[in-house]
């Protein structure tokens, strides 16, 4: 990364990195409020008042000048980042949201980023910020239409880069960047809108996955798959267009589907106990516990030898 930050293309552009006070990071932390202004100095930090927030600037996300243009980056800062975004890809808020590469001095893309946010929340009727929440985006990338992901990408135009922390161990992963904003109208289905409203549920089953001790041994200790998102996102879905309403029996569901591997959504044996959960919320895990092993063993057979 700092290699890149450094490259000749980009040593003449600004280079920033954005976080969220929602989060608070302990003052001895290098890259907590405190440590920053030690460090970059006040001058370099910037607000960046998003309009659902700005009422109250000290939990506004921050933007910090890693390095204004024909300056290097330190080597320390960018090693301080990628151990602090490892550390927190699992964290349901995270405190770093992306890297950027840019033209555009600490005001203007501040302003600039706030709009886009504002544009997205009025096209998808709900405060949705992506940008500044890196699940969010990477729930985008993997769930949005093309055309939506164009639209998004085109909102990025003057910016260079736009790296985000992944769920697969904080990595920094590059946002598609537009050359222009020719195409700037996102198209928000409803379908998708509605997806968006349960974003939680799907973090949370990430993040419960990512944790789970319930793993066949032959998963534990490995990385999460790359799709693991998608994959999640489905399971919620599928779990409420089945009729789920209580949020431990859609997780429960999103589990036991994951931890073997079978779309249980298949087999009546399944679809009875989500009837009865429909009728008595929180019932889903009691109900699979009470019914015999055999039965999903011989569920898993069915599945495995179709």
């Given at each position: 990364?700092?290699?890149?930050?450094?490259?000749?293309?980009?040593?003449?552009?600004?280079?920033?990195?954005l976080v969220d006070n929602l989060v608070a990071l302990q003052d001895e932390s290098p890259l907590s409020q405190r440590s920053l202004r030690n460090t970059?100095?006040?001058?370099?930090?910037?607000?960046?008042?998003?309009?659902?927030?700005?009422?109250?600037?000290?939990?506004c996300p921050t933007l910090i000048t890693l390095a204004e243009p024909a300056k290097y980056l330190e080597k320390a800062i960018i090693t301080d980042i990628t151990a602090q975004a490892s550390l927190e890809c699992l964290w349901p808020k995270r405190y770093l949201c992306a890297v950027i590469i840019t033209e555009l001095a600490p005001k203007a893309l501040a302003e600039k980023l706030v709009a886009i946010g504002d544009k997205i929340a009025d096209s998808a009727q709900l405060p949705f910020y992506p940008f500044f929440e890196p699940f969010r985006l990477e729930l985008l990338q993997q769930v949005a239409t093309l055309e939506t992901q164009n639209g998004l990408s085109a909102q990025l135009s003057a910016i260079e880069g736009y790296y985000y922390p992944s769920i697969h161990q904080g990595l920094l992963t590059p946002y598609p960047v537009a050359i222009n904003d020719e195409v700037i109208d996102t198209n928000w289905s409803r379908a998708l809108v509605d997806s968006l409203t349960h974003l939680k549920l799907t973090q949370t089953l990430?993040?419960?996955?990512?944790?789970?001790?319930?793993?066949?041994?032959?998963?534990?200790?490995?990385?999460?798959?790359n799709g693991i998102i998608l994959q999640c996102h489905h399971l919620v879905e599928q779990a409420i267009t089945l009729g789920l309403t209580n949020s431990n029996d859609i997780l429960f569901w999103g589990l036991t589907s994951l931890s073997v591997n079978v779309d249980f959504a298949k087999y009546e044996e399944a679809l009875t106990l989500i009837k009865q959960a429909k009728h008595s919320p929180g019932t889903l895990s009691?109900?699979?516990i009470d019914t015999?092993?055999?039965?999903?063993?011989?569920?898993i057979l069915r599945d495995k030898s179709q």
């Open positions: 990364m700092l290699n890149k930050l450094n490259a000749y293309e980009h040593y003449f552009k600004y280079r920033y990195l970059v100095g006040e001058k370099n930090i910037a607000n960046v008042l998003r309009s659902d927030l700005s009422h109250d600037p000290k939990v990430v993040i419960a996955w990512a944790n789970s001790r319930t793993k066949p041994a032959s998963q534990q200790g490995l990385p999460l798959a009691q109900g699979f015999p092993k055999s039965v999903w063993d011989n569920i």
